[in-house]
């Protein structure tokens, strides 16, 4: 059950910023995925929010056989099920309502839900789900959240996402709790749609190296 844990673990260590990916068109994958393997990320979720969102994981997956892709926006059973088998390794959900709760049983360790509560925290780790993402992070309190959360719950790491902003990458992963960062910066789905494969390796790398 670790396995993936500690990948995603010894990923993050290296390049915690995760870039969050909406892609359009299955032949962006494999470019995509060679720039950001350039620039030195090593873990991308690629959102589900696209018709060629499945085709996009598979193909990112075989371009780049050193970066682990995982599935974002995962809503339903049905979306996991299609994730991993189109080669998903890990699986991001903005949230656990009770329907996929059940579908996921058993594979927790593949999973980063989203929480904006201490309560929905406490209660995703009672369920056996080792790190979380705090999502939207900028809503949910932002640095000073984590900063609360990180004294009565030290035992929870967290994946902040959602309307943060590149200057503030630095703050964020600066808190003992935070494992990695999401964001859209290092590939907004203009420069992917336009195929500025060399920006946005600029990017990440500009990116990375504040982290």
Do not use: C
Request: hydrophobic fraction near 50%; charged fraction near 15%.
């Amino acid at each position: 059950m670790t396995d993936m844990i500690a990948r995603l673990d010894a990923a993050a260590n290296k390049a915690p910023v995760v870039p969050v990916l909406v892609v359009e068109s299955v032949s962006s994958a494999a470019p995509l995925a060679a720039a950001l393997e350039q620039a030195g990320v090593t873990i991308a979720e690629v959102t589900l929010r696209t018709a060629d969102g499945l085709k996009v994981i598979e193909a990112m997956a075989k371009a780049a056989p050193g970066l682990i892709v995982g599935a974002g926006t995962v809503l339903t059973g049905a979306d996991a099920d299609a994730a991993l088998s189109a080669g998903a390794e890990f699986l991001v959900s903005p949230g656990m309502p009770p329907g996929l709760r059940a579908a996921l049983a058993g594979r927790e360790h593949l999973v980063i839900p989203g929480v904006a509560t201490a309560s929905e925290a406490m209660a995703r780790h009672e369920e056996g789900f080792r790190r979380l993402k705090l999502f939207p992070a900028a809503v949910a309190g932002g640095v000073p959240a984590l900063k609360s959360l990180a004294g009565p719950l030290p035992h929870l790491k967290f994946m902040p996402t959602g309307g943060i902003t590149e200057a503030e990458v630095p703050a964020y992963l600066s808190q003992p709790n935070v494992f990695a960062i999401g964001g859209s910066w290092i590939a907004s789905p203009a420069d992917i749609a336009a195929g500025n494969w060399g920006r946005i390796s600029e990017i990440a790398g500009r990116i990375l190296a504040t982290a």
